[in-house]
């Protein structure tokens, strides 16, 4: 059987926001299959607003004109991604990320174009027309492009299985469908529509809810209809969101594992929002860097690069390719908060996982703001018995010890496998 | 090191009330001592309203005079507990219980006795009196015994002293606090007043604090000041509020381990109520019984008896010595709810946690109202591979599967050790 | 100096929906010239949807094709406003009104139509496009012609500006806007630019503010920017409904007065719904249509009369004519409940105002389910000497008393004069 | 019939607290008689603790021993009125100041006294007892000495006949109950029983019930069991508070008239707080008196004076015997806000009522920052022809107007009768 682990890849989102072309998810996708593949990272997703001939950044053409086939479905620009002209779609560029040996994924809004609504355009496979299904008083928040989509209407259905059929037939393997995970209470019927109609497409997606924070009640229905939801809304490269995460991530622990986890979004590292400057660099420490991969790798959130991958530094490289942290995205089980206590004036949080290849992994987190010393005793973690240490960021050992002792910078932390 | 699991014991409320005496608590100590002790039963605990000389059942007496010495501490009321006479208090009843390989837990109320501030009594070790440390406003909504004590009044500190300096003496090995645990917004203060004067009192005394619901954003306080702490107000024996405890104890189980523990309350099995009815049982069914037992065990709540022991009947005896379920509250780690969702029209919950021998532990309920027959793959659990199942109430093995498959009675449960 | 008191009129909403027409309105305001103005009738209002060819009744048409100027500002359909071709817009209508001695009304949505904003037209008076100052997230929640304007946006107020100004050209006097009273806490900047447009427009017209409720905590605002709005949802012909509005009246009655009224809505009197059937008629009872006129009169709600007037019926003609009862809607000041209590288990409210031209109002409800007699003593009304009573529904008199005595059926009323 | 006005007098709190004495009342009440009667003033009250032989300012004795006859009725301390001394109680107290031509009044705390239910001692005319009747959780938060009686016992409507009989026998004309009006919710049907059982004692007795804030919700029942319900919380001298009660008002107005009365609470005037210092002076300034003064008049609130009497300075003397201003208390009817609006950047509030006698009452409020020069049309207030204005504080007279047009001082005022 295969063992179900957290996604890893890369999105486009952080770096080029609506402006993603062909010739950059080509040298992302490039880059990946040369130099991480090999540490796990598999998925190349293109995100937002891939129809819009003109989007040129992270700003949204409000009611803007986007390419859409005759039946209301949504179709790449071929300004943008030359490969789709001609009724091609995402085929061709689907093809050439399969052929690096890597999985390609797209990004998608709820709904049903606006313009396709308004023009009253057919739906492949029904009588009924793209008017008659919208439903007319749900829209995005901070986009124009879509109507939702009434599951209660004829016509539905057909419009569902006629997108994801399309993505089928491209290639997709990964589909993450937007202004959705947060919005369930009200959206819960599409939702489960639109998941049901991926089901029965006929090839295997990832479903992908975004954006968050997605509701903790309904948690028992996201890990039914989707792979992954978003549990924070757009994360960037500020403390404070990073420090938020943390309670984001003990609340939503026991429901990670078995192929559904909550997402706690993308990696703002390296070069980002390069849409805006090609110098741009996150305003991560590389402390926090380093907390927020060992906490997104412990916690099992799904991975998804957003620097530029092309001229990646070293640094960055290492933080990605780290081996005895990236253990823990596969092999940690059983992941949740022990504490989050304060010491000597310093705040910490520890948490702990179970590894399916023996031992007990722990990392300790000083979410404080300033340097300190912590000395925990395994006890803490129920370990009662003297252990072995290996630190997973610098492959330090420690034997025969009761303790976890060890200096950490404000924001740092140290993450160990304990035998 | 030792290894800490939740407390297991007896408590004289669900069969005596208010109205427990020494010769009650005596014959249960014997009971426990011949026929529980092996099993891992160890507390024996007095519940309230033990100063009170004239108590006889469930219900309190308004405004009655409690027994109390020179300085407004509360002490066992002779004619209920003969051996306290002549100052002596609990001493020789903890003496008895320990003599027979136990512990014994006093129940007390926080608070100071409304009696020493109206009559404005000494305080050991202060010049200050009872008046001068009450909190006026501070009342129990069910009990008329006591006041709150003001933690920023000087003498405050000394009251508390003097009072676990006095159990410490007796002997008393666990302290049950009552009107504290759902008050902490706004008795905190008090409470971590009493928690430290307990812990520098000289000897070593578990916490228990009541009654619940515990409030879920105070958990890393009790954690720090207590070792156990109520999720729920009374619990009883009816459905509705063993369904309830499922979503109680899926929200704490992160917090339970090292020495503190989320505590789902006393066992109302066997007879019970004999207070009022020496022919009183509990109208828990047997599938209703397994369930709570299975539950509170791999949640690791504290197990507390509330039947009389003596003539215990044979379903009973068994419920609380089945070997098999006993080793989960021993043994588990990292307990989390996996799942909740209706398969065929009823509802399952799925619990797992990791054996500290080796293994998994699983357990599946149905909550809902008909019998059923669930078949759960083995990799909702995270497991990829056969494996060979114990059921842990029965012995019954199955080897090389990949699946739970299992016919459960409406309230009924079956618990396995995987490996 | 003008006195001013709440607008009188008739409204095609509650007999003819979305489908009014230029006949129905045309036969409508020759029947109140003939048989209505002399008691106070005055407006006649076109409500909603007379952009739209095809409406048909209540129901509305998403996403359908309005008709349209070049300046994105919405215009009478020819096809149902047939005097309207030929750019004259309701101009015609509006004179023909007129030379009835009456005045004439339209209905409007906030905002821009869609249509406009997805063409991107243009706005008379500035170089700024429709799309440029749609709100693209504000939508009606139940209608889908229009998009929100931003007030912040250049080009915002010049279309504002402009379609009053058109309105001004057509000799419009009286403006129901929709999607507005109960949208403030979100679009008060967008109904103080409208109404500050109105006000500049170069011709008087009321402003009324719908759907409700309206917000309590922002009746300032309403009574500075706006001459009515609406304190409830739609209002049909059931009890519940008008029982429910005793209290709006209660809460909303120190804000009426002096230009400024608080709208109870339409008067579901008489054949209504006749888009649906030829032969409807209101599901009032006649008490309940007496109590409601008496409440709408005594606490100054504006009236507008939702009956099909040809043919209009002998009681409904009394009803909407009995100059005792409209004498309150003109005289009445300082309106406001005086209590509401149960006596002899029946459910009363009394009313009182101070009548302009000398004398206090009183208006007794019986909103229990049971007929009864009450027996009010005037010091109630503080009145402390004894009084001459005039019943205004009947005219009967009584003299010298000191008491209001009168037997109501369940939902009926009286109402006095007393001098 | 006599008209029902709002009580006035003067209450020992603001200026003794719970010191207040014998030889104080006596001598408040002899100025009260000689200099303030004429112009309507007529309660004396004695304030809370009268039953407390140690008492001796505005804090509270926990727990003290309080003057109680054997049927646990509290009654005066000697020590501090010696004429009570005997059995007399409050007689030969209120014979002196019925010899006055004025009307005695006094404090009561909702319940019975903590240590007759301690005690458990005897109820008059029943064979229950203190303990039976209290309801054991029921405390008030801010002072000691009561504990809530729980209407469904048997004994507590004899409890509370016998108190009101006692102070029937007294002389009482004045009950304030504290610890009851805002604790409606929870003490409602204690409430209906003490006001019945002093509605049927034999003696008429105003009921005024505290602290505030009264609920607004709660309305009908204040208006139809007590004559008297305080509105807000203690109300000092600070403008804070006195701006805070225009919203007060503006919400209760319509329940004030015959003979129910929300109430603004004590006039915090003059010579206040001696019981600390016999130099202290009220806070408030000048204009903030004057607007003090004409809010509680227009507004119609009862009116209880705060200061010593004796050497009452010439300026507070005058405030309180403006004979303009103070024929608002009387002979307004209808009050309300008109409205609160910005004129110039100052924040003005507008109200109205109708004089009994005739004509029409405005008070103006400048309750901004800065000076300023209001210019309010008539029409304003519904008065539509030239009118003649009296001002209330100066008598200045204004002939053929249109206007009130005024200068206020920032927290300043002026009012008017327009004839």
């Given at each position: 059987?295969?063992?179900?682990?957290?996604?890893?890849?890369?999105?486009?989102?952080?770096?080029?926001?609506?402006?993603?072309?062909?010739?950059?998810?080509?040298?992302?996708?490039?880059?990946?299959?040369?130099?991480?593949?090999?540490?796990?990272?598999?998925?190349?997703?293109?995100?937002?607003?891939?129809?819009?001939?003109?989007?040129?950044?992270?700003?949204?053409?409000?009611?803007?004109?986007?390419c859409?086939?005759?039946?209301?479905?949504?179709?790449?620009?071929?300004?943008?991604?030359?490969?789709?002209?001609?009724?091609?779609?995402?085929?061709p560029?689907?093809?050439?990320?399969?052929?690096?040996?890597?999985?390609?994924?797209?990004?998608?809004?709820?709904?049903?174009?606006?313009?396709?609504?308004?023009?009253?355009?057919?739906?492949?496979?029904?009588?009924?027309?793209?008017?008659?299904?919208?439903?007319?008083?749900?829209?995005?928040?901070?986009?124009?492009?879509?109507?939702?989509?009434?599951?209660?209407?004829?016509?539905?259905?057909?419009?569902?299985?006629?997108?994801?059929?399309?993505?089928?037939?491209?290639?997709?393997?990964?589909?993450?469908?937007?202004?959705?995970?947060?919005?369930?209470?009200?959206?819960?019927?599409?939702?489960?529509l639109?998941?049901?109609?991926?089901?029965?497409?006929?090839?295997?997606?990832?479903?992908?809810?975004?954006?968050?924070?997605?509701?903790?009640?309904?948690?028992?229905?996201?890990?039914?209809?989707a792979?992954?939801?978003?549990?924070?809304?757009?994360?960037?490269?500020?403390?404070?969101?990073?420090?938020a995460?943390?309670?984001?991530?003990?609340?939503?622990?026991?429901?990670?594992?078995?192929?559904?986890?909550?997402?706690?979004d993308?990696?703002?590292?390296?070069?980002?929002?390069?849409?805006?400057?090609?110098?741009?660099?996150?305003?991560?420490?590389?402390?926090?860097?380093?907390?927020?991969?060992?906490?997104?790798?412990?916690?099992?959130?799904?991975?998804?690069?957003?620097?530029?991958?092309?001229?990646?530094?070293?640094?960055?490289?290492?933080?990605?390719?780290?081996?005895?942290?990236?253990?823990?995205?596969?092999?940690?089980?059983h992941?949740?908060?022990?504490?989050?206590?304060?010491?000597?004036?310093?705040?910490?949080?520890?948490?702990?996982?179970?590894?399916?290849?023996?031992?007990?992994?722990?990392?300790?987190?000083?979410?404080?703001?300033?340097?300190?010393?912590?000395?925990?005793?395994?006890?803490?973690?129920?370990?009662?018995?003297?252990?072995?240490?290996?630190?997973?960021?610098t492959?330090?050992?420690?034997?025969?010890?009761?303790?976890?002792?060890?200096?950490?910078?404000?924001?740092?932390?140290?993450?160990?496998?304990?035998?």
């Amino acid at each position: 059987m295969k063992v179900k682990t957290p996604p890893m890849g890369w999105n486009s989102w952080d770096c080029y926001g609506a402006a993603v072309n062909e010739e950059t998810v080509r040298r992302n996708a490039k880059y990946m299959a040369e130099h991480l593949k090999e540490f796990g990272w598999e998925y190349v997703v293109v995100d937002i607003q891939w129809s819009e001939p003109t989007a040129e950044n992270h700003v949204y053409h409000p009611f803007t004109e986007l390419c859409m086939d005759e039946y209301s479905r949504l179709i790449p620009a071929p300004e943008r991604f030359p490969s789709s002209a001609g009724g091609k779609g995402f085929g061709p560029l689907a093809e050439y990320v399969h052929s690096l040996g890597l999985k390609f994924g797209i990004h998608i809004m709820r709904g049903i174009p606006r313009q396709a609504v308004h023009r009253n355009t057919k739906i492949l496979g029904s009588s009924h027309t793209a008017r008659e299904i919208a439903k007319t008083n749900s829209i995005c928040a901070w986009n124009t492009d879509m109507y939702g989509v009434d599951p209660e209407k004829e016509g539905a259905k057909e419009y569902y299985d006629s997108i994801f059929r399309l993505y089928a037939e491209w290639g997709v393997d990964f589909i993450k469908c937007d202004d959705i995970a947060r919005e369930l209470p009200h959206e819960e019927a599409e939702m489960i529509l639109l998941s049901d109609c991926r089901k029965n497409c006929g090839r295997e997606m990832v479903l992908s809810l975004s954006p968050g924070p997605a509701l903790l009640e309904k948690a028992e229905l996201y890990k039914q209809y989707a792979q992954m939801w978003r549990i924070t809304d757009d994360f960037w490269d500020n403390w404070e969101s990073l420090y938020a995460m943390f309670e984001r991530c003990e609340k939503w622990s026991i429901h990670n594992g078995a192929g559904h986890w909550a997402d706690a979004d993308m990696l703002p590292v390296g070069a980002i929002l390069q849409d805006y400057s090609k110098d741009n660099r996150t305003k991560f420490t590389r402390d926090e860097q380093r907390t927020m991969m060992t906490l997104w790798c412990i916690f099992r959130s799904p991975l998804m690069i957003g620097s530029e991958l092309e001229g990646l530094d070293d640094f960055t490289k290492g933080l990605l390719t780290n081996a005895g942290i990236l253990e823990m995205i596969r092999d940690a089980r059983h992941s949740h908060q022990v504490w989050r206590r304060e010491i000597d004036g310093i705040e910490y949080v520890l948490w702990t996982a179970v590894s399916s290849k023996g031992g007990t992994y722990a990392a300790l987190f000083n979410v404080g703001e300033t340097e300190g010393t912590a000395d925990i005793p395994l006890t803490d973690l129920e370990i009662y018995e003297n252990a072995h240490l290996t630190e997973l960021w610098t492959g330090e050992e420690k034997a025969d010890t009761d303790r976890l002792k060890v200096k950490l910078n404000a924001h740092g932390c140290a993450a160990w496998l304990i035998r």
